[in-house]
């Protein structure tokens, strides 16, 4: 089965920091997701690559940024970090168009910024 | 913008009863697929279910089935002979079809399986 791993599954940082959420899958997918889940409100997609290097903003990009240099990894980055970013970012891969109906997710990163 | 709304914020369930939960959307679409995520505990979030808009017949996997209703933009799961694995949290997500790639998330479900 396809395998999302995250870099870290507890990130503890400060107010300012720049902070990396690693994504790696290993069943060469072309899409990626990252996704951040808070309560009542679900899951929202930050942001959405299709391809190396492409990237496509979701519905709350802002105070974010990606990077996708090779297939398997996407990057999520907190240019400075806030307390309002405090939340569960999940990353998902999925098969381009038909063929990817299912989305594939990681175990997830639970992000406090003090 | 498409929405996807679930009204119950929790729900609980005896072992081996049956339970619905509930899942409204809208869209001006006609093409375009509805999924029911599950995820458990400290756990990795799967796929349930999957109902195609074009298709009439309701989708079912094993204890798992649901009822679409796409005049009312409705989409409910009901689980069967429930089992304390099914403690989770539910979330119903909608994808437009074709050239879709994005999902939309409901807030989740949080259902809970008594013994």
């Known amino acids: 089965d396809v395998k999302v791993t995250q870099s870290s599954r507890y990130l503890v940082k400060r107010t300012g920091e720049k902070v990396f959420l690693e994504c790696v899958q290993d069943?060469?997918?072309?899409?990626m997701f990252w996704y951040r889940q808070d309560p009542g409100l679900g899951l929202r997609l930050i942001y959405f690559?299709?391809?190396?290097?492409?990237?496509e903003k979701g519905d709350i990009p802002e105070g974010y940024s990606v990077s996708r240099e090779k297939k398997e990894r996407f990057s999520l980055i907190l240019e400075s970090a806030s307390t309002n970013q405090t939340s569960m970012y999940l990353c998902a891969s999925s098969l381009g168009g038909l063929a990817g109906l299912r989305q594939f997710f990681g175990p997830g990163t639970r992000l406090t910024v003090l | 913008a498409q929405t996807v709304t679930q009204s119950q914020p929790e729900m609980s369930v005896q072992e081996a009863e049956t339970v619905t939960l509930s899942c409204t959307y809208d869209t001006s679409e006609s093409d375009y697929y509805l999924f029911w995520y599950k995820q458990p505990p400290s756990r990795q979030m799967i796929l349930v279910i999957r109902?195609?808009?074009?298709?009439?017949q309701n989708a079912t996997e094993n204890r798992f089935s649901v009822n679409f209703q796409k005049a009312a933009k409705s989409f409910s799961l009901k689980i069967s002979d429930s089992q304390l694995g099914d403690a989770a949290m539910y979330f119903c997500?909608?994808?437009?079809?074709?050239?879709?790639?994005?999902?939309?998330f409901g807030a989740g479900t949080i259902l809970r399986v008594k013994s």
């Open positions: 109902q195609e808009a074009y298709k009439q």
């Open positions: 690559s299709y391809d190396v290097k492409m990237k």
């Open positions: 997500a909608y994808r437009e079809g074709e050239y879709g790639n994005k999902l939309v």
């Open positions: 069943m060469d997918h072309e899409n």
